[in-house]
């Protein structure tokens, strides 16, 4: 048999395809386009692991099928090269950001390439590179002069440890994405984006091929909810609090008002009053919780103060206490409406000794909340509430927001729950954002013409939780010198996720430096018609980069409202069961299996553990059972031999194209393989032809992308095998001429028969009657009835 030597046919193949530019994309081809898009990694100074070769090489596999199914496949690959673990290596090392950063793209450049994987690596990107953004910055304008950034002073959350505010979605659970520490509160002046704006928008998928889950996380983390605004006037006539409510069936119940310790009336309330003490101390305290602690059921964990002001409901004129609470957030008005119906309340309410009362029952009939532990939540009838007792509370609902606008009281309204996206970072290794304040603190967008607004050198890296670019002299000269005596440029940088979310708009424009992208090009190649990443970035990178796609769209710049038409998401590699990570010590490095078998032994080992967005435990037990395969693969391929069966090799060679066909369309890569083997040991008993040798290759290109080109050498033939055409199936060859059904009798499976798939009713009854396992039941009685559903089942009935 040929020897397959690995290491030598691969280093040949990749030496080949960057000297005839195989994988340099023509982007004015009159091909039917396909941009073929993986989520770009951050270029750390580490080896890639299972993990990433995991995402890329499957991701690959599928732009080489789409290359061979006749389509001009754009497969770019950049670096989101931005961020904390630069910085961080910085501060330890003294190393500039910029260095360790560039070093870390040229060694994963190798590293991708070695993979085999074809990007077109002269329409890359590197976020962190003035080139890039300077547009990143032209994005930030664009936004502005729009009215769609806005900086205001708020309560963010807070990481003590990165020194840095983070945006809502990456404090999810209270925790740092980066670090885990815990994230606490803190008032600052910062940046915002009004996605908030777009919540609408967001909302709706109908036109993209996303994962239900993901969509619906996406639906979940907007939080779109209809209610209406109440209004309460204070009783000193001085202010009226509006609360958002869902819940107006319960108003008559009301017997206090929350605010959240967020909203500026609190210090309004208190300000010079025998309660601003209390309510700064408690404020603080409250600061120190995270949402998930502030939100959760569970008296202790109710915390808040009276605020010396009581209001007037408006459903029955009684006067009721306002307090500040953990509980009530900045959503909605941040002012909530309390009553006996809802836990949270019920809770804090028997902490503070505030009155309660019920005004919906099962019946109707009047029950008190002392009778009660708990809340009374179920739905029921209405008693107490003026002209609505009796009804039931859920019918109650329209009737009683339309009473309330009649008397000019309230309004229905919709709320969503997402917040804007908060963009400001107190850390160097970023884009500085591009706005300048003049002497008197107004802030002014940097004007385009000084684009990139370059990020100073002379900074200390060492996190302070204020900016290291305002101790940047440079930068301060810089500003002047351009502005004028006593402007001051703006030290916070962007969020990283701003780099992240239009990088898909770049790629077939990296060689323009007048513009960011042209329209007409992207407009011919987007939206990305397949995006690969993982289900993490549901919330955060995938909703950002669809706001910041549809802003761009409404201001006229493209003509498409979605980025990614497909997204497809990869299942997770472990190891024992464990997520892998540095800090475990159980990520496992390609390396050592790549040297001994190749990487197209590696790819498929990988693509051979499960369903691709499944993922799988590693274990490297059955790696060499797939090199074994290749072997064989190559012999077959490179030796002629005799065919015993040309029928049925035809029939095995066009049930496996249609197989491999809808296997990868399917992503289900590891059915492929599996699919692959079995033929392989079929043709080493029956022979196989040339013709169906060329065939056979061309079915592997895409998941052993070396191992085919060397086939197709073997084969005679000069051109690279991705550009041939990928192999079409004879529909009259997949369909069997027999099939096995299942035979039951009394509706039980007691045996099976392999019949002609045309024969007659009276044939399959009779050859299941003479079936062994099945008589000895039809022997038991009498047969009373008879059942064939050709091509499905056999049936009799017995008495």
Known sequence: MASYDASEIESKWRKKWTDSKLYEVDLN??????????????????????????????????????????????????????????ENYAIKSGVHPRESTLKNVEHMKKQLSDMGAMYDWDKSVTTSEPDYYRWSQWVFLQLYGKDLAYKKTAPVNWCDSCQTVLANEQAQDGTCERCDSEVTKKDLAQWFFKIRDYAEDLLNHDDLDWPEKTVLMQKNWIGKSEGCDIDFKLEDGSETLTCYTTRPDT???????????????????????????????????????????????????????????????????????????????????????????????????????????????????????????????????????????????????????KWLEENKNGRATINYRLRDWLISRQRYWGAPIPVVYDPEGNPHPVPEEHLPWMLPTDVEFKPTGESPLAASKEFIERTEKIFGKGWRPEVDTMDTFVCSSWYYLRYPCTTMEDMPFDKKVDDKWLPVDMYIGGPEHACMHLLYARFINMA???????????????????????????????????????????????????????????????GGDWNDKGITGIARFVDRFFGVVSEKSEVKDSKALAKALNKLIKKVSADIERFQFNTCVAAMMEFVNFVMKNGIDDESRKVLVRLIAPLAPHLAEEGWSVLGEKDSIFNSQWPEYDEKLVVDDTVVLGVQVNGKVRGEVEIGVHTSQENALEIARLNPNVSKYLEEGKVVKEIYVPGKIIGFVVK
């Open 29 to 86: 081809s009159d091909k039917p386009k396909y941009y073929n898009l993986v989520m770009f990694p951050y270029p750390s100074g580490d080896k890639l692991h299972v993990g990433h070769w995991y995402n890329y090489a499957p991701a690959d596999s599928w732009g080489r099928y789409m290359r061979m199914k006749g389509h001009n496949v754009f497969q770019p690959m950049g670096f989101d090269s931005f961020g904390l673990p630069a």
């Open 251 to 401: 108003l008559f119940s009301v017997t206090f008002i929350v605010v959240a310790p967020e909203h500026p009336l609190v210090d309004k309330f208190v300000e010079g009053t025998e309660y601003e003490d209390e309510v700064k101390k408690m404020r603080e305290k409250i600061y120190n919780q995270t949402d998930i602690e502030r939100t959760s059921e569970g008296g202790k964990d109710k915390l808040g103060a009276f605020l010396g002001k009581y209001a007037i409901n408006p459903a029955n004129g009684e006067k009721v206490p306002v307090y500040m609470a953990n509980f009530a957030l900045m959503y909605g008005t941040g002012v909530v409406m309390a009553d006996a119906h809802d836990q949270r309340d019920f809770e804090f309410a028997h902490k503070y000794d505030i009155p309660l009362k019920f005004v919906i029952s099962e019946d109707g009939k009047e029950i008190d909340p002392k009778d009660f532990d708990e809340a009374y939540v179920e739905d029921g009838m209405l008693f107490n509430s003026g002209e609505f007792s009796g009804m039931n509370n859920r019918e109650a609902l329209p009737k009683m927001i």
């Open 552 to 614: 761009l769209h409404d201001m006229g710049h493209i003509g498409f409202k979605e980025p990614f038409k497909k997204l497809v998401h990869q299942g997770m590699v472990t190891k024992d069961g464990a997520k892998m990570s540095k800090s475990k010590g159980n990520v496992v490095s390609p390396d050592e299996f790549i040297e001994k078998y190749g990487s197209d032994v590696f790819r498929m080992y990988l693509m051979f553990m499960g369903p691709f967005t499944d």
